[in-house]
C-alpha cells in the first residue's frame, strides 16, 4: 500500500506562482511514474503533468510554459512548479503514482487532494 501526501496549495493572485509537493511513502517496491492532475468544478479530472522515473514528461498544452514538474526520486517526491497562474487554473489539484510492485504487478494510487484557487 502507498500513501500520496500532497501540500502547497493555497489562494494565489492571478499572474502569481505556487508550489505543490506530493510524497509517497508505504510499502513502496518501484514508483514508475508521478504526476499530476486537476478537476474544476463540474469538469472532469484532467492531466496536468506527469514524470517517469528515467524523466520523460508528458504535459497539457494548457500548462507547457507555465508549470514545471520535477521529481526526486530518493525522497519519492514530486513537485509541480506553476507560474503565471490564471483564474481557469483553479480546481483541486491530485497528485497521482503508478507503483509497480516486486511482482511487477502495477497499481495507480491518488492523494486526497489540494485546492488551488487563482483570484483574478
Known amino acids: 500500500q502507498v500513501q500520496l501526501v500532497e501540500s502547497g496549495g493555497g489562494l494565489v493572485q492571478a499572474g502569481g506562482s505556487l508550489t505543490l509537493s506530493c510524497a509517497a511513502s508505504g510499502r513502496i517496491f518501484s514508483i514508475n511514474s508521478m504526476g499530476w492532475y486537476r478537476e474544476a468544478p463540474g469538469k472532469e479530472r484532467e492531466l496536468v503533468a506527469t514524470?517517469?522515473?528515467?524523466?520523460?514528461?508528458n504535459s497539457a498544452d494548457m500548462v507547457k510554459g507555465r508549470f514545471t514538474i520535477s521529481r526526486d526520486n530518493a525522497k519519492n517526491t514530486v513537485y509541480l512548479q506553476m507560474n503565471s497562474l490564471k483564474p481557469e487554473d483553479t480546481a483541486v489539484y491530485y497528485c497521482?503514482?503508478?507503483?509497480?510492485?516486486?511482482?511487477?504487478?502495477?497499481?495507480?494510487?491518488w492523494g486526497q487532494g489540494t485546492q488551488v484557487t487563482v483570484s483574478s
Open positions: 497521482r503514482a503508478v507503483h509497480q510492485e516486486r511482482t511487477g504487478v502495477s497499481y495507480m494510487y
Open positions: 514524470m517517469t522515473t528515467g524523466g520523460a514528461t
